[in-house]
């Protein structure tokens, strides 16, 4: 079963492009989310997506029972004027006894617009017309990493965005995060930047947070990606917020004072007490911290 599944997974993926044998698994469980979005999101047939400028993919799906040999298909496409062409295509079984038709063309002419016609033994069966550059659908952003700021409910949350180059500006992101036992997230959108601090955050809880990309529209258009996989975090507990403000206080005034003794408020100290009180202090805090990131790290 398991075998199986992963065949259809391979077979999906090699019909796009090579790659390296350790994103192979990767790329082609992109692939299928994609083929799944696209299944839920998009009324038009066949479907079509471009996951950067040089790559174009359509495929439509049929009742295994109900669909014919491959070659009683042929799928054309023409630019306005032009002659048209024919695009070969692949066949994969799919779930739910459907059968997937794919083609996948290299190097398609953006901002012109394409007519597609799908015909089976002579028969117009689907057509559609399009401009490539509105259909993109990225990968989701990579390494998302999740950070505390050291300010109370905030976390730092980055991403590294899906490689197109010069496209970076071009790029719109969602972040969602959700409390972990709690079914309702929130969602904040991002333009052009690769991180983002989140606020107000109940505190002392898990956390859940996801990110997600898609063109903004612009110049470049297309279906928003799928999530990322989740990240979890804990927001500090708001004992432990008030302990790290106080230490943080008590250090910043001694350290005010041993800056400009005349400022202290706090008279009869000499500046070398107050040297070595502040070093022992700046130790015990680290040594605090590092304490307690251990224990929620591994909390
Ligand atoms: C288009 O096809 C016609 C007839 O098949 C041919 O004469 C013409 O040269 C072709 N045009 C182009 C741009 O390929
Ligand atoms: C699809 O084909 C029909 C019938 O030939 C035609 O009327 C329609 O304009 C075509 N639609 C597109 C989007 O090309
Ligand atoms: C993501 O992180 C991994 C491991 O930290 C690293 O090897 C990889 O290069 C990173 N990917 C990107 C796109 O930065
Ligand atoms: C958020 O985290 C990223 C990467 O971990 C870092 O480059 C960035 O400076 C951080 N931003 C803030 C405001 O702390």
């Known amino acids: 079963m398991i075998c199986n599944y992963l065949s259809q997974l391979l077979a999906l993926h090699l019909i796009f492009c090579a790659m390296g044998k350790a994103s192979i698994v990767q790329g082609a469980r992109n692939h299928e989310k994609k083929v799944s979005i696209l299944l839920k999101e998009e009324p038009e047939n066949p479907k079509c997506f471009v996951e950067g400028r040089n790559d174009f993919t359509c495929f439509w799906e049929e009742d295994e029972e109900l669909s014919g040999s491959l070659d009683q298909y042929s799928f054309t496409y023409t630019y306005q004027e032009e002659n048209s062409s024919r695009c070969p295509l692949k ?101 052009a930047s690769s991180e983002l601090i989140l606020r107000g955050l109940q505190q002392g809880r898990m956390y859940k947070m996801r990110v997600r990309v898609k063109l903004d529209g612009i110049s470049y258009n297309g279906y928003w990606s799928a999530w990322s996989d989740p990240v979890f975090m804990e927001t500090l507990p708001a004992e432990l917020d008030l302990l790290i403000m106080s230490l943080t206080l008590i250090i910043s005034f001694i350290s005010l004072c041993c800056l400009s003794p005349c400022s202290c408020p706090i008279e009869g100290l000499s500046s070398r007490r107050f040297g070595r009180l502040f070093q022992l202090l700046t130790a015990s805090s680290k040594a605090f911290s590092v304490f307690m990131e251990g224990t929620f790290r591994s909390g």
Not at 152 to 177: A, C, T
């Open 91 to 191: 066949m994969l079984p799919a779930a739910d006894g459907k059968r997937l038709f794919f083609c996948h063309l290299e190097r398609p002419q953006m901002f012109i617009q394409m007519g597609i016609e799908v015909h089976r033994e002579g028969r117009l069966i689907h057509n559609r017309s399009l401009l490539i550059e509105l259909l993109f659908l990225l990968d989701p952003p990579a390494n998302v990493t999740v950070s505390r700021t050291g300010k109370p409910g905030q976390f730092n949350v980055s991403w590294v965005p899906p490689p197109l180059k010069y496209m970076d500006d071009s790029m719109i992101y969602e972040v969602s995060y959700t409390e972990a036992d709690s079914q309702v997230g929130q969602v904040e959108s991002v333009q």
